[in-house]
């Protein structure tokens, strides 16, 4: 089954402690990102990559890393996680000929709550 | 500013009621207009892909259409199951990696 694969899908962390957000696709896209969806903001995009160990910054990158080592993963890293970055985060893959966003297959999500 | 807005916000229709979503948009150099369904603690799931204006899809009871300024997704005859978010985005600009998400229409087809 094609699948986007987010882990955890819950996590409660305090200010300041390092985590990191798995993200794992089946597919073998090329294109993967990553969206935090906030309540009256919609998903906005936070980081990209185009192919293993190509990434680029979304609209709202301050505060998170990714590293794109392998096709299938693409993971998301807070190093200094802060209130202002409670939300739910969903991971995505697309295949490569139509660009990042098209046809995009989403994860189920992520919920983190810094407190 | 690159903007997406999506409207209305909410939209509650009794079953076979047709209606239509809107969403405008205020970029540079439209690349394609997508919309999803989104179904609560889910990840958003592909419906359309529209590139140019004057486009139509349709998928079952769906319908989206595009201007160029605005899109609009019709639902003829909705069912209960038809209930869910409905996104729209953008994907604009010389970095066509650049993707915008309006904030959605919640929609509620009550039998």
């Known amino acids: 089954e094609a699948q986007v694969t987010q882990n955890p899908r819950y996590l409660i962390t305090v200010t300041g402690k390092k985590l990191t957000v798995t993200c794992s696709q089946n597919m073998n896209h090329e294109y993967m990102s990553w969206y935090r969806q906030d309540p009256g903001l919609g998903l906005r995009q936070i980081y990209y990559s185009m192919n293993v160990e190509v990434t680029d910054k979304g609209d709202v990158p301050e505060g998170y890393k990714v590293s794109r080592k392998e096709k299938r993963n693409f993971p998301l890293i807070l190093e200094s996680p802060s209130p202002n970055q409670t939300s739910l985060y969903f991971c995505?893959?697309?295949?490569?000929?139509?660009?990042?966003?098209?046809?995009?297959?989403f994860g189920q999500g992520t919920r983190l709550t810094v407190v | 500013e690159d903007q997406v807005t999506q409207s209305p916000e909410a939209l509650r229709l009794q079953e076979g009621e047709s209606s239509s979503l809107n969403c405008s948009y205020t970029v540079s150099g439209l690349r394609g207009l997508f919309w999803y369904r989104q179904d609560p603690g889910k990840g958003p799931e592909f419906l359309f892909t529209l590139y140019s204006a004057g486009e139509e899809k349709e998928k079952e009871r769906l319908k989206a259409t595009l201007t160029k300024k605005e899109s609009f997704l019709h639902i003829t005859a909705p069912k209960p199951e038809d209930s869910a978010t409905y996104l729209c985005a953008v994907q604009a600009g010389d970095n066509f990696n650049k993707f915008y998400f309006g904030s959605g229409t919640k929609l509620n087809v009550k039998p």
């Open positions: 995505a893959s697309s295949p490569r000929d139509r660009g990042v966003g098209t046809e995009a297959f």
